[in-house]
């Protein structure tokens, strides 16, 4: 599969930022506030997205998955009203303790890498060397976090996720 370049604007999101390995404590925890409150909140919202990022200067890939950061988002189709965010988190603070933790953040990507990865995420890292080797090809370097949007349920078999990347031109 080949990448393509794709350019993204301001998006409106619920999100949770957090510490730590894919599927870990913290992940969960947040991923059940997000759709908690998303659910709460009333209005229409899209798949689950990711931002991931390290702080370390070795490659993302290398270092230990615990020590990965993320933001979890949900893109919202409809703008909340004004106060709603509030409303939704008091509702569901009896049932989910993270719902403090759901904020609305409003992401800007600009030009991106995307490519279409349809397997286990384990092997994402094959999806994530093509990426790389065309930004490379076409003179980019990268503008900002690895973004993953998350197109179907993470249990099935074959998972389908649009890897993405902010860049920039590398000159």
């Known amino acids: 599969m080949t990448p ?3 350019t993204h604007g301001p ?29 709460a909140l009333g209005v229409e919202f899209g798949a689950m997205e990711g931002q991931w ?16 950061r993320w933001h979890l ?5 409809t703008d909340p009203q004004e106060g709603a ?5 008091e509702a569901t603070r009896p049932s989910v303790a993270a719902v403090d933790r759901v904020r609305l953040a409003t992401i800007v990507e600009g030009r991106c890498v995307e490519l279409l990865h349809e397997g286990p995420f384990s092997e994402e890292h094959l999806s994530l060397k093509i990426m790389d080797e065309f930004m490379a090809e076409h003179g980019l ?17 074959l998972p389908r996720t649009l890897l993405r990347q902010p860049v920039r031109s590398a000159v």
């Open 85 to 89: 965010l509030e409303q939704a988190r």
């Open 73 to 77: 988002l949900l893109p919202l189709l």
């Open 4 to 6: 393509t370049i794709a």
């Open 53 to 68: 990022w390290v702080e370390d200067e070795r490659p993302a890939l290398q270092v230990p998955r615990e020590e990965w």
């Open 141 to 157: 370097t990268v503008n900002g976090p690895h973004h993953e949007i998350y197109l179907t349920a993470p249990d099935v078999p």
């Open 11 to 39: 998006v409106t999101c619920l999100s949770v930022t957090g510490l730590g390995e894919p599927g870990g404590g913290e992940h969960g925890a947040a991923i059940r506030a997000l759709y908690t409150v998303g659910s």
